[in-house]
T-cell receptor, first 112, second 111 residues
Framework: NAGVTQTPKFQVLKTGQSMTLQCAQDMNHNSMYWYRQDPGMGLRLIYYSASEGTTDKGEVPNGYNVSRLNKREFSLRLESAAPSQTSVYFC???????????FGSGTRLTVV | KQEVTQIPAALSVPEGENLVLNCSFTDSAIYNLQWFRQDPGKGLTSLLLIQSSQREQTSGRLNASLDKSSGRSTLYIAASQPGDSATYLCAVNGGGFKTIFGAGTRLFVKA
């Protein structure tokens, strides 16, 4: 029972490089989310996908793009990484917006 | 704009003590509230989900209460154990997809 799987777990990028964070869930959930977590702050929503084929901006979308590839997969792309994007990134899913969230184990990203 | 506050930021207690973690929110028009546990370097594990129509939820040694009118939720942990050491976060859903998280309370239970 995998739940939400994120890859990679760790990544170091140089400023200006690009990369894609992958997320997949096996619970047949409709909604998926990308959050970032920074020290001393709560999780902040980057983007979300209410259902397959739709994506919307969250609180801090600048510098990111997302793709809801199918019902299972929701990827987050950094086109030109900046040191301010150093953070821990979490993917989550829920059956619908009103339901509880299930989180992945996170990706720790460092941009130098 | 909804704001979620968790005080204290850190708490240290001896093993066996009953303890209460606090979560405050500024807008009482919420749909549900969820408590999570986060171990160092790990993801968030859901503990309890309280719907706005509920007053409390219980799971084992954990009990979460919700008072919308006062903008507060508490997580009660009975007979704390060293294995309870973690960061506890609350998250408020005011309707829709934009759940707001508190910064968490880091709990350390001393053996």
């Amino acid at each position: 029972n995998a739940g939400v799987t994120q890859t990679p777990k760790f990544q170091v990028l140089k400023t200006g490089q690009s990369m894609t964070l992958q997320c997949a869930q096996d619970m047949n959930h409709n909604s998926m989310y990308w959050y970032r977590q920074d020290p001393g702050m709560g999780l902040r929503l980057i983007y979300y996908s209410a259902s397959e084929g739709t994506t919307d901006k969250g609180e801090v979308p600048n510098g990111y793009n997302v793709s809801r590839l199918n019902k299972r997969e929701f990827s987050l792309r950094l086109e030109s990484a900046a040191p301010s994007q150093t953070s821990v990134y979490f993917c989550a899913s829920s059956e619908e917006w009103a339901d509880g969230y299930t989180f992945g184990s996170g990706t720790r990203l460092t941009v130098v | 704009k909804q704001e979620v506050t968790q005080i204290p930021a850190a708490l240290s207690v001896p093993e066996g003590e009953n303890l209460v973690l606090n979560c405050s929110f500024t807008d009482s028009a919420i749909y549900n509230l969820q408590w999570f546990r986060q171990d160092p370097g790990k993801g968030l594990t859901s503990l309890l989900l309280i719907q706005s129509s509920q007053r409390e939820q219980t799971s084992g040694r954990l009990n979460a209460s919700l008072d919308k009118s006062s903008g507060r939720s508490t997580l009660y942990i009975a007979a704390s154990q060293p294995g309870d050491s973690a960061t506890y976060l609350c998250a408020v859903n005011g309707g829709g997809f934009k759940t707001i998280f508190g910064a968490g309370t880091r709990l350390f239970v001393k053996a």
